[in-house]
C-alpha cells in the first residue's frame, strides 16, 4: 500500500526558505516520478513540480521557477522540495504524490511564510 509522509513544514519570513521531505513506502519508489501540489487556505490544490524515475525530466509551476527546486534520493524512498526566497502566497499545505496516481497524498507538511 502506498505510503507517503512529508516532513519540514514551519513558519518562515518572506525571503526564506524550506525544504521539505516526502519518505514513500509500499511500492517501488525507484521506478516512478514523484510529485508535489499545495493547497492553500480556500484555493485548490495546485502542482508545483515534478520528477521522473531517474531524474531525467524536471518541471516546475511557473509560479515558483527560479526559486524552487525538487529532488530526489531512490536509495533512500525520498523525494525533496527545497524553496527559497518564499513569497506570502506561498503559505499553503504541501502535498507529495506518485505521478499518475490520483488516489494517494501524504497528509502534508505545513508551510507558512509570514512577518
Known amino acids: 500500500q502506498v505510503h507517503l509522509v512529508e516532513s519540514g513544514g514551519g513558519l518562515v519570513e518572506p525571503g526564506g526558505s524550506l525544504r521539505l521531505s516526502c519518505v514513500a513506502s509500499g511500492f517501488t519508489f525507484s521506478s516512478k516520478g514523484m510529485k508535489w501540489y499545495r493547497q492553500a487556505p480556500g484555493k485548490e490544490r495546485e502542482f508545483v513540480a515534478t520528477?521522473?524515475?531517474?531524474?531525467?525530466?524536471?518541471r516546475v509551476a511557473d509560479s515558483v521557477k527560479g526559486r524552487f527546486s525538487i529532488s530526489r534520493n531512490n536509495l533512500q524512498n525520498t523525494v525533496y522540495l527545497q524553496m527559497n526566497n518564499l513569497h506570502p502566497e506561498g503559505t499553503a499545505v504541501y502535498y507529495c504524490g506518485v505521478w499518475g496516481d490520483a488516489g494517494h497524498w501524504g497528509q502534508g507538511a505545513q508551510g507558512t511564510v509570514s512577518s
Open positions: 520528477i521522473s524515475a531517474h531524474e531525467d525530466f524536471v
